[in-house]
């Protein structure tokens, strides 16, 4: 049987979890109340409201989560609400976000390393080595989560 309080207080826990890694609070704890919920979808207001937080709270959350594709977000028609379901593959598809962001940052550390007279200087070899590894881990998230659903095939 689901008990309410320990569900509650699993959220609060995975979300401090979350903010203490640079996930924004809010937005994490939007994401672990939609993860346990037992509806499919859930609107503005009923996140709010299991939250005990203002809409506008979990409008900038919600905004953040569909940005980063952990949430989708449904219209319903003839109405203004948009409902919220967990993003099918939501890890993979926010894995594959983040990987963009590797390479805008090793790109812009590219110019970084020009700007500071090549890899052969001090500064140079540090931000180059930023690069490399922001580099190394946008080449290896693709076979990591092929991996991932290799095995999720297999459990299947």
Same mark, same amino acid.
């Given at each position: 049987m689901r008990d309410e309080e320990a569900?509650? #207080?699993f959220v609060e826990r995975m979300s401090r979890q979350l903010s203490d890694w640079g996930f924004p609070p809010m937005a994490a704890r939007v994401l672990f109340a939609v993860m346990t919920a037992e509806e499919d979808t859930l609107s +503005?207001?009923?996140? +709010? *409201?299991?939250l005990d937080v203002s809409s506008g709270a979990v409008s900038g959350a919600v905004r953040y989560l569909t940005d980063s594709g952990l949430l989708r977000r449904e219209p319903v028609p003839g109405s203004r609400r948009d409902l919220y379901r967990l993003a099918n593959e939501s890890w993979w *598809? +926010?894995?594959l976000t983040k990987m963009n962001r590797l390479k805008?940052?090793?790109d812009a550390a590219d110019e970084g390393v020009a700007a500071l007279g090549g890899p052969d200087t001090r500064s140079g070899r540090a931000i180059a080595e930023m690069r490399d590894f922001f580099i190394f881990c946008h080449d290896e998230v693709p076979l990591m989560m092929e991996k991932?659903? *290799?095995r999720q +095939?297999? #459990?299947d």
């Open positions: 569900v509650r #207080q +503005a207001l009923d996140l +709010a *409201e299991r *598809e +926010a894995s805008s940052i090793a991932w659903r *290799e +095939a297999a #459990q």
